[in-house]
């Protein structure tokens, strides 16, 4: 029977990072991820942001993980060669209440420590943003873009590097805790089953994560674990506007999503998206029908559009807490010894800005592994 002393479940960028920072602990790691390899789930699926940290609210973890992991993703990027671009966002707003609502997440900012956010009128978004139709918007310097294939693929190298095992077309399906030892069952791409006792056992399993709580017992209903999957489709936009913006561009924020905002690639080109659907399987088409939807909703900020530059792109599907119509929820992260699982660090929830938060997620889980 094989042995480790910690095994992470989901070579997300969540995994990895967490992957990447224990790795400097010298423990015999085994990191399980059920696809061939890293980030094919949501971690390749999203608008690779990089978030300033304005929206979440006040000591939620989302606030300072966000915050806090702006900071230590521009220097990883920057040290590492990883790309990125700070380009600056724009939350836009064309009426009374969308203005206020920008200036309650200009204060929120503030409260968050997000560092240089400035309210600006028409004027000076002309000067900035030519291109775009907007009264007011919120300007923050220290949003960005990065590509996040390549930096789960540094989190990847670097945690090999450091001796950690990637066990890839290796699914998780059964967990089963015995006197405070893990026994892991997982199943590999050739059908066969193996199983590996391990101390630690981290849940990094994105979408899943719930699953594999129920795997160990936890009723995910009372401890409001259950995660609701909520889609989110991209449309492409036509090249021949690469370039038109230099920020990204975001509408001010519904409950579920920070509304159909500009997508922007390294390369300059963008998308549109994204909506926000719950789903009850993963599928990750999208529909044609949605055209027009996006079209009207992001036409009254961008004029120049027109229909025919929109053409379905890719799409990804969000982990969340918030049941439909719910207020969101935070992200869970904590080491579940009270419920009887001493051992078992378990993340659950972990929707957006956590791309952004990957490397303080993985910090707070190393703070909580040196307490065990
Ligand atoms: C449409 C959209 C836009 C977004 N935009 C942004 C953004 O701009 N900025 C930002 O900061 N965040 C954004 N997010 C959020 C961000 O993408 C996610 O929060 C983040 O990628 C979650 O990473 P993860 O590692 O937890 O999950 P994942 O990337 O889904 O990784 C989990 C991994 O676990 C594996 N796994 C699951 N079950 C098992 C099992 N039983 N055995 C083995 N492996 C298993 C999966 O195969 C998967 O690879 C967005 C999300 C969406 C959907």
Not at 77 to 104: F, M, P
Not at 150 to 170: C, K, P, S, W
Request: hydrophobic residues 35%; aromatic residues 8%.
């Amino acid at each position: 029977m094989n042995r480790a002393e910690i095994i992470i479940i989901g070579a997300g960028s969540i995994g990895l990072a967490i992957a990447r920072r224990l790795s400097k602990t010298g423990r015999n790691i085994v990191l399980l991820e059920r696809h061939s390899s890293f980030g094919q789930d949501t971690s390749t699926r999203n608008s690779e942001v990089i978030h300033g940290g304005m929206y979440y609210p006040t000591d939620s973890l989302k606030a300072r993980l966000c915050v806090d992991g702006n900071r230590m993703l521009y220097e990883l990027c920057s040290k590492h060669a990883v790309l990125h671009r700070k380009t600056g966002k724009l939350i836009i707003a064309n009426t009374e209440n969308e203005r206020k609502n920008i200036e309650e997440i200009y204060h929120q900012g503030q409260i968050n420590h997000v560092s240089n956010l400035q309210m600006i009128g028409e004027q000076e978004i002309k000067k900035i943003e030519p291109n775009i139709r907007a009264k007011w918007a919120l300007l923050s310097p220290e949003s960005g873009i990065l590509d996040a294939t390549e930096l789960m693929r540094y989190f990847e190298q670097e945690a090999l590097a450091n001796g950690v095992t990637i066990r890839y077309d290796h699914e998780v399906v059964g967990l089963e805790n015995r006197n405070n030892d893990y026994k892991v069952i997982v199943r590999r791409d050739n059908g066969k089953t193996e199983e590996i006792t391990t101390d630690v056992v981290i849940n990094a399993a994105g979408l899943y994560a719930d699953k594999i709580s129920t795997m160990l017992g936890i009723d995910i209903e009372n401890a409001g674990y259950r995660i609701y999957w909520v889609k989110g489709e991209y449309f492409d936009v036509n090249e021949r506007h690469r370039g038109k913006m230099s920020h990204l561009i975001y509408p001010t924020p519904t409950p579920v999503s920070l509304g159909i905002h500009v997508r922007m690639r390294l390369d300059g080109t963008f998308a549109l998206g994204p909506n926000a659907l719950y789903v009850d399987e993963i599928n990750y088409d999208v529909d044609p029908i949605h055209l027009d939807q996006f079209f009207s909703d992001t036409q009254k900020y961008l004029p120049f559009l027109e229909k025919s530059d929109l053409t379905p792109g890719i799409a990804g599907i969000r982990a969340k807490l918030q049941a439909k119509g719910e207020t969101a929820k935070d992200f869970i992260i904590r080491h579940e010894d009270d419920k009887g699982l001493p051992g078992f660090i378990n993340l659950v929830g972990i929707d957006s800005p956590a791309l952004t938060a990957c490397m303080a997620i993985a910090e707070e889980v190393a703070g909580i592994y040196k307490e065990l």
